[in-house]
């Protein structure tokens, strides 16, 4: 009898699949904290159990987990913002959610963009993040690199940076775990409006396996728009209805432009 049920589910076991996750460090705080990698991460897992497929998830440094996609060490990295110089080294799923990123300072002040000094002023910002480039383009000339946000974030408060630049969900969670869970409150404060609005996305290496396995997550995470479920876990995040709607037209967009 034990040789009939392993030889009737040796075949399912051999042919399951598996993608290898790297998530943030500290998982289990960004889960809690940060609304957007919450919700990244709940339509990953929702999507492969769906497709049957099990997700060997473990943290890793946000950098490393990049360059093992790109040395296709690892087959999957969440949290991650579109780039062209990224797209050229990894599969991008469909946009899962949208964050807002600032610049934000250790004291309020009623200082706009324009009237910073960037040639003095020091920023800070993540090793090869998305708000490298914006403090380029911002023009900041004196960028000052850190391999994680959670140090950007302590050379800030400790007055040792004027500036630095975070999505506002990890904004949250860094003033949360240092108990002050307010940012207009004796944290950190966002200069007003955004700098901008940004698209999150699981990557993929580029093996044809995890091509196909990242489509076919796509197209789990389709249907789960169409039946309500996605909508539900927008809105069970932290995310408004207008949110939803927004990032609705962006998910569209980005369709579009695949098929175009």
């Known amino acids: 009898m034990k040789l009939f049920i392993f030889l009737f589910l040796f075949p399912l076991l051999s042919f399951a699949e598996t993608l290898s996750v790297a998530l943030y460090v500290n998982h289990d705080d960004h889960l809690k904290l940060s609304r957007s990698y919450k919700l990244n991460w709940l339509l990953l897992k929702l ?7 099990t997700l060997d998830a473990k943290e890793d440094l946000w950098l490393r987990g990049l360059n093992f996609i790109k040395e296709k060490k690892l087959d999957a990295l969440i949290g991650v913002y579109y780039s062209a110089e990224r797209e050229n080294f990894s599969y991008y799923s469909q946009p899962l959610t ?39 383009e911002i023009g900041f000339t004196n960028i000052y690199h850190k391999s994680s946000s959670e140090k950007v974030f302590d050379l800030l408060i400790k007055g040792k940076l004027q500036y630095a630049i975070f999505t506002e969900s990890l904004a949250n969670k860094h003033c949360n775990l240092r108990q002050t869970p307010k940012l207009n409150n004796s944290c950190i404060y966002p200069m007003q409006p955004a700098l901008v609005t940004k698209t999150i996305h699981t990557i993929y290496n580029k093996t044809p396996r995890v091509i196909n396995i990242a489509k076919r997550l796509d197209s789990a995470i389709d249907k789960f728009v169409d039946k309500g479920k996605v909508k539900m876990l927008f809105l069970s995040c932290g995310y408004s209805e207008k949110e939803y709607k927004s990032w609705l037209k962006i998910r569209d967009n980005w369709i579009n432009k695949d098929n175009g």
């Open 47 to 53: 999507a492969a159990e769906s497709e049957g497929i």
């Open 98 to 136: 949208i964050d807002n990123l600032y610049l934000y300072s250790q004291k309020p002040h009623s200082l706009t963009l324009k009237d910073i000094n960037k040639h003095q002023d020091i920023v800070g910002v993540t090793t090869k993040s998305f708000a490298e480039q914006i403090a380029q």
